[in-house]
């Protein structure tokens, strides 16, 4: 779902390839140092990596496939059967893509269409006619022909079988957990009302292999990630989600029935190289990996009223809560989010767009600063708005630190501002003598990480993902999808430009960046526009 991922905001103001062009022009005239921002520009965008993928829905996945089904050439299908129904499907595709494209179904719990299936959970058995075995559905090539049966007795009975087996190692906190409702595991069982049937000599509280039991299960060092490995299936999710992202903080030890995915010799979270961007969470069908849990006690502050209260929310937010409550997707839902924050008790609703325009005019400022020699600093500038990025920098890419912007965060510069801005001296002046408790709703897990380090810890009380947000809004029978969409955010601190509401949108920091230092220069209304990955040269 999209109530994770890591913030849009990883955008970079420049990359590496503009370093030289920046350089040379740094003792230039300003319509030159625009022109090196327009080619500095080019380059970030070109090269810009997709850091943040997003889980894709299986109605999204499905409608792929009937995609270029319908788009591939006659020669490029192949035909087949499934459960004697006759299917179409472009050569390549897998027997799920085919028993999707039927309308059938088999379970899955390891699979993920952006990884390399593993068929490691076993559960999307089916019998292919000619075949002497079952047939993993998520990584056999279809073929011109084949008989696919998904719901033989042998199969449901398999099926129900390697259920039993998952859930005698899985502990039966489903009641407290914080995947309930959202696990793929609980789904199935209940779906299938599978009772625990394997002896007790099945430990539910040790894992790995006989010689090395000692392997860490319980691991909450992390500001920003809970490991509960004693719920983990070892399907493997983790460690493909993490080794996209060319962090490999999580493999696989052991072998066998022993086999389990830990960090680098065992040892804590938060000692190892995770950026916290959450990827790992993202992609976890049950409750071994979450996003540290912040929503309770924020309830708890809210419910009992004695402290005032001020959240902000950030861009990518309003379009993501839309998806936790089964709106279209892309649906915007500012009104409908701002109306449920305030049936839930916050005293002001406020815009991180706010402080991002505060922190884009300093970024920029701070660019050109640096391109005219009148201040220290690398170039190329590299934003500071994404933690995850930062975290980056800071533990791969040390070589980079003087590159980053010493600008705040929008997040961190919101909560300065929430803590001792207009909202809180009024509060003030009408006698709270307690400071606000000040939250913010974002798209990323590595925010928490964020509002916890050293120099700005105490700016943020607590930081809630848009999942946290929504399960906040179901507990408390909040109808989210039947909430008028005319809510609004308290002013000043609702008010914001163009300049911050696309940081939502990758590469959004970065225009923002460059539209404001053209400002800076005289360039007024000049044109930035993406067109087959180039810019429009800035000019006059």
């Known amino acids: 779902m999209l109530g994770q991922a890591m913030c849009s905001c990883t955008a970079v103001i420049k990359r590496a390839a503009a370093t030289q062009a920046a350089r040379q022009v740094a003792q230039q005239a300003p319509a030159a140092v625009a022109t090196a921002i327009s080619s500095a520009a080019a380059s970030a965008l070109i090269n810009r990596p997709a850091i943040n993928k997003r889980v ?131 789904s199935l069982v209940q779906e299938e009302q599978v009772e625990e049937m394997w002896p007790p000599v099945i430990s539910k509280t040790e894992r790995g292999s006989p010689e090395h039991p000692e392997h860490r299960l319980h691991d909450h060092t992390s500001p920003s990630i809970y490991r509960d490995m004693d719920k983990c299936i070892e399907c493997g999710l983790c460690v493909d989600a993490c080794a996209a992202q060319k962090i490999n903080a999580i493999g696989f030890a052991e072998r066998g029935a022993g086999v389990l995915p830990i960090t680098a010799f065992d040892n804590p979270l938060r000692e190892t190289g995770c950026i916290s961007c959450g990827q790992c969470t993202l992609r976890c069908p049950v409750g071994a990996l979450i996003e540290r849990p912040d929503w309770h006690r924020v309830l708890d502050v809210l419910d009992s009223r004695r402290r005032k209260t001020i959240v902000q929310t950030a861009p990518a937010t309003r379009v993501a809560i839309s998806e936790e409550f089964g709106l279209e997707p892309g649906s915007v839902s500012t009104g409908r989010m701002i109306n449920a924050l305030r049936e839930l008790g916050f005293d002001y609703v406020t815009d991180t767009n706010f ?110 993902t848009t999942r946290e947000l929504a399960k906040m809004i179901r507990h408390r029978k909040i109808p989210f999808a039947s909430l008028g969409n005319d809510g609004q955010y308290d002013s000043p601190m609702g008010e914001s430009s163009g300049a911050a509401a696309i940081f939502g949108a990758s590469g959004g920091v970065l225009e923002a960046a460059l539209r404001t230092a053209a400002d800076a220069l005289g360039l007024k209304d000049a044109p930035i526009d993406h067109k087959e990955g180039k810019f429009c040269q800035i000019s006059k």
């Not at 199969?155 to 309930?180: M, S, T, V, Y």
Request: proline residues 7%; contains cysteine.
């Open 56 to 186: 894709v829905s299986t109605q999204a996945r499905d409608s792929a496939t009937r995609q270029v089904t319908q788009q591939a050439p006659a020669s490029a299908l192949i035909n087949l059967q499934v459960n004697g129904r006759p299917v179409q499907v472009a050569e390549g595709s897998t027997l799920l893509d085919a028993i999707n494209q039927s309308g059938s179904h088999v379970p899955t719990l390891c699979y993920h269409p952006e990884f390399e299936p593993r068929a490691v959970c076993r559960m999307c058995l089916v019998d292919v006619k000619g075949s002497n075995k079952p047939l993993p559905a998520c990584r056999t090539k279809a073929e011109e022909g084949y008989v696919i049966t998904t719901d033989s007795q042998e199969l449901k009975d398999f099926r129900r079988r390697d259920l039993q087996f998952l859930l005698g190692r899985h502990p039966n906190e489903c009641i407290r957990c914080e995947a309930a409702g959202d696990c793929k595991l609980q």
């Open 355 to 464: 402080s991002a325009d505060l922190t884009i005019m300093e970024e920029a400022n701070e660019f050109l600063a640096r391109l005219k020699g009148e201040r220290e600093g690398a170039l190329p500038l590299f934003t500071s708005c994404c933690p995850g990025w930062i975290n980056y920098v800071e533990l791969h890419r040390p070589d980079l630190i003087p590159h980053l912007s010493t600008t705040k965060s929008p997040q961190q510069m919101h909560g300065a501002i929430s803590k001792s801005g207009p909202i809180a001296k009024t509060l003030a002046s009408e006698g709270n003598d307690e400071e606000p408790y000040v939250v913010s709703i974002m798209p990323c897990t590595a925010k928490k990480d964020e509002a916890v380090r050293p120099g700005v810890r105490g700016d943020i009380d607590a930081v809630l």
